[in-house]
């Protein structure tokens, strides 16, 4: 007889899966942030120039970040930058996924509710907007 509050085999098993998925998002998290460093270190040493962003309303975002709702490319607006050198102020980008925004336009322009509307929640995208704005603020000026 199994006293009451033992945890069953199903609850041990379902806890170890919650514990594996979490451990695998910290270590993907950790993976692309240490990807944004390499990436800076490399430009540097390759003697790459900045990504220049004029006047376009929005550039994409290289291909190892992605989207935390779907996987899609991500997409970013410049919002905040200092005038004078053209550095891209922390913070001041707004991060977006290109999949979403595709899907939203095209109910706009049919009048229809969009099939994937992502929800934006700071808890799912805390780690996306870091990452992207430490990449931004290190590799991305804006012409003046
Ligand atoms: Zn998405």
Known sequence: MIAAGTPTID???FGARQRLARQIAIAAENAQFDLV????????????PHLI??????FRLPEFMRCPECGGRLGAKLCDVDPDTGI??????C????HDMAERSLARI?????TSAHDYLPVV????WW???????????VAP
């Open 11 to 13: 609850d041990m098993v």
């Open 37 to 48: 460093g390499a990436f800076r270190i490399a430009r540097a040493r390759l003697n790459l």
């Open 53 to 58: 962003v004029g006047n376009a309303p929005w």
């Open 88 to 93: 891209p102020r922390r913070a001041g980008q």
């Open 95 to 98: 991060t977006f996924c290109i």
């Open 110 to 114: 049919t009048d229809t509710a969009p």
């Open 125 to 128: 995208w805390r780690f996306t």
């Open 131 to 141: 990452l992207t704005d430490e990449w931004i603020f290190h590799n991305v000026r």
